[in-house]
């Protein structure tokens, strides 16, 4: 039952295509069944948020200045020291929690002996935390 514009009676030149829409939704019916089996897991370790901190950290202690002038004289914080008082202080200083950073400011002229024994001391009373200060 096929409409004819042609009055003429011969043969209809259309393109039947619902030959073509049948192959094209089995082919939709396909893909969507064959999709979902295509898929596969990939292992991502994402990172986790970290519980709160309960406290804050405490503030970290100030600094020892330790100056040693050109002639070799010890300062600890601005104040004398005597040589052999250096490593006990070390000691009392190194016990503390948190530590406290040892800041060596050395002269320019000091010999390096000196400068070496102070070092040795400190790693010698477990001084963790050590610095050099640039003297101006």
């Not at 259309?14 to 082919?27: A, E, G, R």
């Not at 948020?49 to 004289?73: K, N, T």
């Not at 406290?100 to 009373?125: G, R, T, W």
């Amino acid at each position: 039952m096929a409409f004819s514009s042609n009055s003429t009676g011969g043969a209809m030149a259309d393109i039947n295509v619902t030959p073509l829409v049948d192959v094209m939704l089995v082919l939709l019916i396909i893909f969507m069944v064959t999709a979902p089996n295509l898929s596969y897991e990939i292992q991502i370790d994402l990172p986790q948020p970290s519980p709160p901190p309960d406290e804050p950290p405490p503030d970290p202690p100030a600094p020892i200045r330790l100056r040693i002038d050109a002639s070799g004289s010890l300062f600890w914080d601005n104040a004398p020291l005597p040589n052999a008082a250096l490593t006990p202080s070390l000691m009392v200083e190194s016990s503390r929690d948190p530590q406290p950073l040892l800041e060596i400011e050395a002269s320019q002229d000091v010999q390096y002996q000196v400068v070496a024994d102070v070092l040795a001391k400190a790693k010698n009373a477990q001084m963790k935390k050590i610095g050099f200060v640039e003297t101006l």
